[in-house]
Each structure stands twice: as structure tokens, then as C-alpha cells.
């Protein structure tokens, strides 16, 4: 079966078989945004999560914690889900650096319903930047 990995600082995604046949890096990458990140409440989200990126996908973040496997952060996901369910992110610019390297520009909004990352609830929607960088085996 073939299978083609992209590692992430943020998180590293996959796609198996047929479906990556069909797709490129680039494409990987932009449906972990669209079927994963942008769709934390939905009922099929492990099925999404496993349709997109590969079992030994890691998340890296930030550095200051440990790295997180495929299965903690779907679970992570869900979490971020149940306290703001409209979460999406929408991409704003993808730049390939060579080969499957990438770098994502998005913009990620949410009207958290529960504590968010601290903060209350405020009844207030939020908008942030983000910027994510995706790599491949060399």
C-alpha cells in the first residue's frame, strides 16, 4: 500500500492508498485543515482524523509539552470541540519551501460556549493567526 507522510511542527498528516493516489502534499495538507481542524464536533471526526493523517502522526506544538500522538490529540480535538464548537479555520496562504515542505497561514475563529485556553466565556468570538509548518521525510 502506498503511503506518503507529512511531519508538522504543529502536527504531521497522511493520506493511504486510493485516496492519496489521487492527492498531492499540498492536498494532505489543506484537508487536515478542512476535514480535521475545522470539523472538532463532528460524530465521524476519529474516521476523519484517520482518513488524513497517518497512525504514527505526531503533534509537536509549541515545545513546552510533550509531543502528542494521533489518538491524544483527536482527543485533544474533541475537548477544544465541546468548549467551542463553531471552531473553524479558514487558509490563507500555503508556501511550499521545496519538496513537502510547507508552511500554513491561517485564520482560525470560534465563539467558545466553556472555559477556552484560561479564559470565560464571554459570549465574544475570537479570531487569531496561525502559522504552521508541515515537512516530509527528506
Known amino acids: 500500500m502506498l503511503k506518503r507522510t507529512l511531519a508538522a511542527v504543529v502536527a504531521?498528516?497522511?493520506i493511504d492508498g486510493a485516496a492519496w493516489a489521487q492527492s498531492t502534499d499540498q492536498a494532505v495538507v489543506e484537508a487536515l485543515y478542512t476535514k480535521v481542524l475545522s470539523s472538532t464536533t463532528s460524530p465521524d471526526?476519529?474516521?476523519?482524523?484517520?482518513?488524513?493523517?497517518?497512525?504514527?502522526w505526531q503533534s509537536?506544538?509549541?515545545?513546552?509539552?510533550?509531543?502528542?500522538?494521533?489518538?491524544?490529540?483527536?482527543?485533544?480535538?474533541?475537548?477544544?470541540?465541546?468548549v467551542?464548537?463553531?471552531?473553524?479555520?479558514?487558509?490563507?496562504?500555503?508556501?511550499q519551501i521545496g519538496g513537502n515542505r510547507f508552511v500554513v497561514r491561517s485564520r482560525a475563529q470560534a465563539k467558545p460556549i466553556g472555559p477556552f485556553m484560561g479564559a470565560a466565556p464571554t459570549g465574544r468570538s475570537f479570531e487569531i493567526m496561525a502559522i504552521d509548518a508541515y515537512f516530509g521525510p527528506t
Open 45 to 56: 471526526l476519529p474516521a476523519r482524523m484517520a482518513e488524513v493523517v497517518s497512525p504514527n
Open 84 to 95: 467551542a464548537p463553531d471552531l473553524s479555520f479558514k487558509i490563507e496562504e500555503i508556501i
Open 60 to 82: 509537536i506544538g509549541d515545545y513546552t509539552s510533550p509531543v502528542k500522538t494521533r489518538d491524544q490529540f483527536l482527543r485533544q480535538l474533541q475537548r477544544t470541540g465541546s
Open 12 to 14: 504531521t498528516a497522511s
